[in-house]
């Protein structure tokens, strides 16, 4: 009998902490100036809030403002509340050939140059494999032409082929090699999409004298390149690459934290994070118009990020909380990796990433966590939802790879548990697409009372994070665990 009342007493005062901690976060939101921000961050002004537009800095200086106003601080070793970042802007050369035994590749066709200067001769070929460090060790590619497929045996997501080409151009420039030319032999990822999406001017990081190698893509499905190379069928190229031009352009993620209130647990730190970059003017629709406001992608969740930093500044945690907005998040994850890169923190002081990005919303009366079942946290994100009534559902659509395509993603790859918090949608259908990357995502398309609750119940999962006992760790057996116990130790 006293076990069982013991029981229902604990039961009792956790749901009583629970229904405060709501009520508090109801209490003290406030969802006009939450509005208003989104309202600003979604207007025609901001031109879409593309990373090389100069209404970029419109974005990344009220983003600021609005932390340093909730009391935020800048992390040391930033730039005030930002992170500079050094991009590299590369437009397709006027001409692009490559010659490489009977065939040819061209521009736009089955060749892609997405970055370095213009270069023409013909030059030696070298095949290195998957260009891993391993590969390049020892090797004199002093003038030649390093060869090696995109990706690795393990990491063939979209942010894995960008992320390993910058490590790959870096080596072959080390090597003394002249060119880069990566083998695209995915057929699970459309070439088509592939011409679509990359034959237009690129950003990227700029990583100084291998920036400038010449970097190139070339269609080899039937992976016909490597027998040329080794019968000595194509043992040279003949590269015409001509009217090549790079800009470089200073980007800024926008990083504060909040100090915890635990002597230990302060030393820890819970990351709320949003990318506030959108794809900026486009093709104008039916109606004329050429902006592309980016209220769900991703006004929302920068807004989200910004109304956890006004409740965590006045009402802290155990545990610290590092807010950060990214930018480039469009052009490939660009920001987030740059800070995975050069953190600001140490990146095993940092136990959660609770990301915020999606595309859209189809249901109303659920969030869609993108990593729901992967980590031990699982049930205080949950909870928080349901105690807004509304539901947490896992990816509805996992052959989207959406997991692999939002910020978190950079943190997974270290061992940081890092879900996506999205708007609720059970599948990617004609109502997500309606708004996805499209002009008439406008804030007076959106469900606000909907959004509102979004807002609320993504303060509450942040704090539930932020206050429990144990270290969130990722399930047992999942892909990133590994990475987890490498950052934390075996736990």
Do not use: C
Request: glycine letters at 10%.
């Amino acid at each position: 009998m006293k076990k069982s009342l013991l029981g229902l007493g604990l039961l009792l005062s956790v749901t009583f902490v629970a229904e405060a901690q709501k009520k508090k976060i109801d209490k003290k939101f406030d969802e006009k100036g939450a509005i208003s921000a989104l309202t600003y961050l979604a207007s025609d002004e901001l031109k879409g809030r593309d990373p090389g537009a100069p209404e970029m800095a419109l974005a990344y200086d009220f983003i600021a403002k609005q932390l340093e106003a909730a009391g935020a601080k800048p992390v040391p070793g930033a730039d005030g509340f930002f992170q500079n970042i050094p991009f590299r802007l590369s437009s397709p050369p006027s001409k692009g050939k490559v010659t490489m035994g009977d065939s040819t590749f061209s521009q736009g066709v089955n060749l892609l140059v997405l970055d370095g200067e213009s270069l023409s001769g013909t030059y030696e070929l070298i095949d290195v494999g998957f260009g891993t460090p391993a590969d390049f060790e020892g090797k004199d590619l002093t003038g030649k032409i390093a060869v090696s497929s995109v990706g690795a045996p393990d990491k063939m997501g979209p942010a894995d082929l960008f992320s390993l080409g910058s490590e790959k151009t870096a080596n072959a420039k080390k090597q003394g090699a002249i060119a880069l030319i990566e083998r695209f032999n995915i057929p699970s990822i459309p070439w088509p999409l592939i011409v679509n999406y990359l034959n237009r001017a690129q950003m990227g990081i700029d990583n100084g004298e291998s920036s400038k190698l010449p970097y190139i893509w070339v269609k080899d499905l039937s992976n016909v390149l490597p027998k040329e190379i080794a019968t000595g069928n194509a043992k040279s190229a003949v590269l015409e690459i001509e009217g090549k031009t790079n800009k470089l352009i200073e980007g800024k993620n926008v990083v504060a934290w909040i100090e915890g209130t635990d002597k230990n647990l302060k030393n820890e730190f819970v990351m709320l994070s949003a990318h506030y970059d959108h794809v900026g003017i486009g093709t104008p629709d039916a109606n004329g118009d050429s902006i592309y406001n980016g209220t769900r992608d991703n006004a929302v969740g920068t807004v989200a990020v910004m109304n956890a930093a006004k409740f965590f500044a006045k009402n802290p945690p155990k545990r610290s909380v590092l807010l950060a907005l990214w930018t480039a998040e469009e052009k490939g994850l660009l920001g987030s990796r740059y800070f995975a890169e050069n953190p600001l923190i140490p990146l095993n002081q940092i136990i959660y990433n609770l990301n915020i990005d999606g595309a859209g919303y189809n249901d109303t009366s659920i969030i869609t966590v993108i990593g729901l079942g992967r980590t031990t946290a699982d049930d205080l994100v949950s909870e928080a939802v349901a105690d807004f009534g509304l539901k947490a559902i896992a990816d509805p659509a996992p052959e989207q790879g959406l997991y692999d395509r939002s910020d978190n993603v950079n943190f997974a790859k270290e061992g940081i548990p890092a879900p996506t918090f999205s708007l609720g949608f059970t599948a990617f259908d004609d109502e997500i697409n309606k708004y996805y990357h499209k002009a008439g995502d406008h804030v007076d398309s959106m469900d606000l009372d909907y959004v509102t609750l979004y807002w609320k119940s993504f303060i509450l999962a942040a704090q539930n994070i932020a206050n429990t006992a144990n270290q969130p760790m990722w399930v047992a057996g999942d892909k990133y665990e590994e990475a987890g116990k490498k950052l934390y130790g075996d736990k």
